[in-house]
């Protein structure tokens, strides 16, 4: 599987951004779906996941009740909704998809004024 992720930009604290996760070749409903992200000099940090199948979800504490994602299997794309942006969100966010492997996306910026 491919993975596409876009939606990334500049926005100011306290505002919103939906990225998006769209994915070729293979069967999407047979991943599970996550949101990476990696700020600078930062490693990478899981932000959320949602199952295949189930589509039950999982947030880091940092993205509780201000992030959510979703999934559409239909045109084989995942979201991440982003409410009430921080500076300490700037990061580059990446898509994963995973089965029997881990497939990554190549990265969209977020960058968050304060």
């Known amino acids: 599987v491919q993975l596409q992720a876009s939606g990334g930009g500049l926005v100011q604290a306290g505002g919103s951004l939906r990225l998006s996760c769209a994915a070729s070749?293979?069967?999407?409903?047979?991943?599970?779906m996550s949101w990476f992200r990696q700020a600078p000099g930062k490693e990478r940090e899981f932000v959320a996941t949602i199952l295949r199948y189930s589509g039950i979800t999982y947030y880091a504490d940092s993205a509780k009740g201000r992030f959510t994602i979703s999934r559409d299997n239909s045109k084989k794309t995942m979201y991440l909704r982003m409410n009430s942006l921080k500076p300490e969100d700037t990061a580059v966010y990446y898509c994963?998809?995973?089965?029997?492997?881990?497939?990554w996306g190549q990265g969209t910026q977020v960058t968050v004024s304060s």
């Open positions: 994963k998809a995973k089965s029997s492997r881990d497939y």
């Open positions: 070749g293979r069967t999407f409903d047979n991943y599970s």
